[in-house]
Every structure is written in structure tokens, then in C-alpha cells.
């Protein structure tokens, strides 16, 4: 294969399903599920209807259109907001440009050694001069947009945009990591989950087809959700990423974080930084309003100045997305003192959209009722994350049994719960998974458990040893929500932060996310300014701009306070 672009409040009580007694029909069951794509068995050679063996040209041309027809199927079915189900949209209509920056150098360092400058497009991911290579790692933080952009980049192949970075790559391959349930091949993720519907095109033709090509281009979408990720057990995503595969094929991995084993000295890093002020109107105009109505977009934006903390949330493109949507379709203005109110009022969104379809009033008491008896959900999710190897996917019949059939239902309905074709390596098939719409839904209703948990911890140790898979660094919303949820166990998990190496900057966040104001925390505030305050451009966004948050805090009581300023861009 070619190696050269272009050329070579805590729930109520426990759902417990239906009662018998019950007066009211039940809501309606849920659809049914989507076909589960075939597994590829051996087959005869392949052969056109006449009976005669098809030529590599042939084939190649039935497994590009193969291709094309799966991604046309994912960038036409984009969500900006997930309980407005029959309104989809094209990924070109509502894609924007947000910030991105590549790491100057080898790549192998860390910490202040590192220079980050910012790249004019995402097109130059793959044709700046930095980026010359034939593995990138595309980082971003929860909801910063890797997904939605992995889908332009495959519309832009599909539609041959002159200006993409992919205009005139003959074979792209895009891979869903969070489906690849221990599959450990390439060749056999490529049959199962893009050549599925292709009888013609056998698991043996794929690794013929792939090398007859000048160019290939591979997009790994979410190693962080991959359930064998970081494990050395013979896989081609570990051998790939660790270069001792493929090396003459260009590679992209997306990820929230860095695998803890790859090739840094061949492997160039790229990061999303979220929207500014210029990809915020542009998103209104594109995908909210339309570009001339300047009354509906003065709304959106005005509500956001007057939300100071969304302003600055805001610049995380699902919180952007969500917001601005819910603003326009509201005729009632919102203001949000914390993440979390954000959060509950959206939730109750979701809820409220579901309510006012319903056409059956019989239908309406169970709504009620599931909006606020979500015990279980919640058990689920806070077991999911509470893991040496996190679980963001579970089986459909486990967990229609867990919250009964009728709660499950609801929550695919109003797109909290999200159905999805995953092959199940210890059944050898597909089956269809489960799960949240995305990952920091999981952590808002893993939340209300964490404070059960923090709240029945009767020593510091007790209380480490119960969070000891909760890392922080990776679960921030988790602690930042539970902390906006009960404020006096907010205070525990502020103390428990700070005891941490490096934990005072996380406590930063959910000292603002508890008290929702100032005064409350200014003797917190000036303790932690007692020491001195690290700004790194190595933490994240919003890391760092809740450490700017803090100092302006300082600075407006007169608190002395000494900064170390390890290349933060001011």
C-alpha cells in the first residue's frame, strides 16, 4: 500500500419495571432493533453473475462503493441534539472549524519542553510540514468534536472535495474503535463492520484489495473507548500505533488521551482546543438559524454573555452545540450559575421534548415517573467507570433486565441511551450494545452513586481506596458534578483532591462547580494560593482557564500569589 497523501437530586427509588395493578397502559415498546451485520464465513471465489471470477479492478470498485455507501450512512445521520431524532443532518451542513494545534518537534517530549502552535485548518492535519508522516495522534478532550471531525474528513473522500486533504487518496478506512470488541485484525474489522452488506468481497480479498491500492489512508476513531486498548496481546491497533505495522500506511488515532505504549519518534500529535467566538457565530449561522435571521441569532448570543460560566464552558463544542440549539428552540431564557444547573436543564430538555410528542396521555405518568426513578441507570454507569478497564457498552438484554423494559425504552426514545451493532468476541458475533449518548452522560449519572459513596467513607483511606479507579485527570466531570449535586460531599471530594499529587488544580474546578459564586470560597481560595500556582500549557483548556479563573479571584481580594508559567499562551 502507498504511502503518500494525494498520490502514493438523587433519584427516588429503584425502577422496579411495570406494576400489574397499574390502570394506565404502558408506554409502547421500543422499536426494533437494526439488523445485526452478518459475520463473514468462508465463501466460494468470487465470481460475476455470469459465473466468471472477477478482476482486482472489479473488486476494488465493488469495495469502494461498499465504503462509500457505509460513511454516507454516518455523515447523513449526525445528531446535534440527540432527542430531536427526525431531525438529522449532514455532517458538511453543521461541521465547523474549532481551534487546532500541532507539536512542534520529535514529539517525544513533555511538560515545558513542549511548543504548541496553532494550525490554520483541520486540512493541514495532513499536509503541514510538522505532520509529515505516516502516524498522527488527533487528541481532544470529552465532546471537543474527534468524532464529527473523523466524519468530514470521510464525507470529504466520499464527495471528492477538491480542497480536502484527501482529494485523490484512492482508499480511506475509518474504523469505529468502541465496536471492535477484541477483534484483533484489520482485515477482519474492514469485512465486519464496512463490508458487511458486500457478499462479493470476502475477509481473504480485503488485505489483496487494500495493497492493489496507491494510497490508503487509515482513521482509528477513539482508542479511548477501544476495549483492547493498551494491551500487547498480538493486536494490530497496538502494533500499528507502536509502528511494527503498516508503517508505509498513513494512520491517524484519535483519543482523549495518549495509549501508553506508541512509536513518538514517528508519531506527530495534533489537538483540538475547542471553539472561539468566530466558530460559535458560524455554527449558529450554519446549523441553528440560517445565516440571516439576526434576531434568533442575537438571542443565542446574548444568552450566552449573560451566562458568564457557559461563555467559557461554551468553547467545549457539545456544550456549544447543545446550548445553542435548546436556546433557540425556548422561548424562556435560562441562566446557569455552574456546570451542573447547565447540565440538569438539560437533562430535563431531553425529558420535557419526549413529554410534549407523546401522543397517548395514558403514556404520560411513566414519563413522569422515569425522569426521576433512574436509580438503576445510575448503578450502571458508576459501575461502568468504576473499573481498572472502564465499560462504556453493555448488552442490550442485561441492561433491559437491570432497568426494566419500559424505563429502557424511554431513555433510547429521548437519545440518552444510544443502540449500537458491536462484534462480542467471547460469543463470536454481533450483538447489539448499549450505550450513553456520550461518555460524560455516563459521568453525570455515575454522580449521583460517587456521592453515595464519598458520603458513607468514614476515614481518608477508606475514601482512596473506594475512588482508586476514579482518576480524576480522566473523570473530572464525574467529581464536578457530584460536587455541584450535594455540596457537603462536594467538600469531602475538595479535600480529597487537594490531598493528591497535583490534585489542588482539580479541586479548582469543583470549588467553583459546589459553590456556584465567590464569597463562599475565598478562604479556600487564598490557601491554595498560599502555594504556589502552576499554569502549564500541558494542562488542559479548561484546566487552565479555571487556574486563570482562580488568580482573578486572588487578584480582586489582594491576595498575594506567586505563578509559575510553564508556556501557557495568555
Known amino acids: 500500500m502507498g504511502n503518500r497523501l494525494g498520490k502514493s437530586k438523587r433519584p427516588a427509588a429503584k425502577q422496579t419495571g411495570q406494576s400489574s395493578r397499574s390502570t394506565h397502559r404502558p408506554p409502547p415498546s421500543p422499536p426494533p432493533p437494526p439488523p445485526s451485520p452478518p459475520v463473514p464465513s468462508a465463501s466460494p471465489p468470487v465470481t460475476s453473475p455470469e459465473g466468471q471470477s472477477l478482476s482486482m479492478e472489479e473488486m476494488k470498485k465493488i469495495y469502494l462503493a461498499a465504503l462509500k455507501n457505509i460513511y454516507k450512512e454516518q455523515y447523513d445521520a449526525v445528531q446535534p441534539v440527540p432527542y430531536i431524532k427526525d431531525r438529522l443532518y449532514c455532517v458538511d451542513r453543521v461541521f465547523v472549524e474549532g481551534g487546532i494545534q500541532v507539536l512542534a518537534g520529535d514529539g517525544r517530549f513533555h511538560g515545558p519542553d513542549e511548543s504548541w502552535r496553532r494550525l490554520k485548518s483541520y486540512k493541514n492535519i495532513f499536509t503541514d510540514s510538522e505532520l509529515r508522516t505516516t502516524r498522527r495522534i ?179 463544542p ?85 432497568l426494566g423494559q419500559a424505563l429502557y425504552a424511554h431513555y433510547v426514545a429521548i437519545g440518552i441511551l444510544v443502540e449500537e451493532a458491536v462484534f462480542v468476541a467471547t460469543d463470536g458475533q454481533m450483538k447489539i450494545m448499549v450505550r450513553f449518548y456520550h461518555k460524560l452522560f455516563c459521568e453525570w449519572y455515575a454522580s449521583y452513586v460517587l456521592i453515595d459513596v464519598v458520603s458513607e467513607a468514614k476515614t481518608t483511606a477508606e475514601l482512596s481506596r473506594a475512588l482508586r479507579y476514579l482518576d480524576p485527570f480522566d473523570l473530572q466531570y464525574l467529581y464536578r458534578f457530584a460536587c455541584g449535586i450535594n455540596g457537603s460531599v462536594g467538600s469531602k471530594i475538595i479535600d480529597y483532591l487537594k490531598s493528591r499529587k497535583d490534585g489542588d488544580k482539580f479541586a479548582i474546578l469543583c470549588i467553583l462547580e459546589k459553590s456556584g459564586g465567590v464569597d463562599d470560597i475565598k478562604e479556600t481560595v487564598r490557601e491554595l494560593c498560599s502555594k504556589r500556582v502552576d499554569i502549564s500549557q500541558e494542562d488542559s483548556k479548561l484546566l487552565q482557564r479555571s487556574t486563570v479563573q482562580l488568580l482573578q479571584i486572588a487578584s480582586s481580594h489582594d491576595f498575594h500569589v506567586s505563578i509559575m508559567n510553564n508556556g501557557y499562551d495568555t
Not at 466524519?151 to 471528492?160: R, S, V
Not at 482529494?167 to 471492535?180: A, F, P, T
Not at 413522569?368 to 436509580?375: G, S
Request: glycine share 4%; with cysteine.
Open 318 to 402: 457539545l456544550f456549544f452545540v447543545m446550548f445553542s440549539h435548546m436556546t433557540h428552540e425556548s422561548d424562556i431564557f435560562q441562566k446557569f450559575n455552574t456546570l451542573t444547573d447547565f447540565f440538569m436543564y438539560m437533562i430535563k430538555c431531553f425529558h420535557d421534548h419526549q413529554k410534549n410528542k407523546s401522543l397517548d396521555v395514558n403514556t404520560y405518568p411513566y414519563i413522569i415517573r422515569f425522569e426521576t426513578h433512574y436509580e438503576e441507570l445510575c448503578q450502571i454507569a458508576f459501575e461502568g467507570l468504576n473499573k481498572a478497564q472502564q465499560q462504556i457498552m453493555w448488552e442490550r438484554d442485561v441492561m433491559c433486565e437491570r
Open 138 to 316: 488527533l487528541e481532544g478532550e470529552p465532546g471537543y468534536g474527534k468524532s464529527t471531525l473523523t466524519l468530514q474528513l470521510a464525507y470529504d473522500w466520499c464527495n471528492g472535495v477538491k480542497d480536502s486533504p484527501l482529494y485523490g487518496i484512492e482508499n480511506l478506512i475509518v474504523l469505529k474503535l468502541r465496536q471492535m470488541g477484541n477483534i484483533k485484525k484489520i482485515d477482519r474489522a474492514i469485512k465486519m463492520f464496512l463490508l458487511s452488506k458486500e457478499p462479493r468481497i470476502r475477509r481473504i480479498d480485503v488485505n489483496k484489495i487494500m495493497e492493489s491500492f496507491s494510497s490508503t489512508v487509515i482513521i482509528l476513531d477513539g482508542y479511548d473507548e477501544y476495549p483492547d486498548r493498551d494491551n500487547d496481546a498480538g493486536n494490530d491497533v497496538g502494533q500499528i500505533i507502536r509502528f511494527t505495522k503498516l508503517q508505509d500506511v498513513d494512520v491517524t488515532l484519535t483519543t482523549r488521551y495518549l495509549p501508553k505504549d506508541y512509536s513518538k519518534s514517528k508519531t506527530k500529535r495534533v489537538k483540538l482546543t475547542g471553539f472561539d467566538e468566530i466558530s460559535r457565530d458560524e455554527y449558529i449561522r450554519k446549523a441553528v438559524t440560517g445565516p440571516n435571521d439576526e434576531a434568533a441569532i442575537d438571542k443565542i448570543k446574548r444568552a450566552l454573555k449573560e451566562n458568564v460560566l457557559l461563555d467559557d464552558l461554551c468553547q467545549v
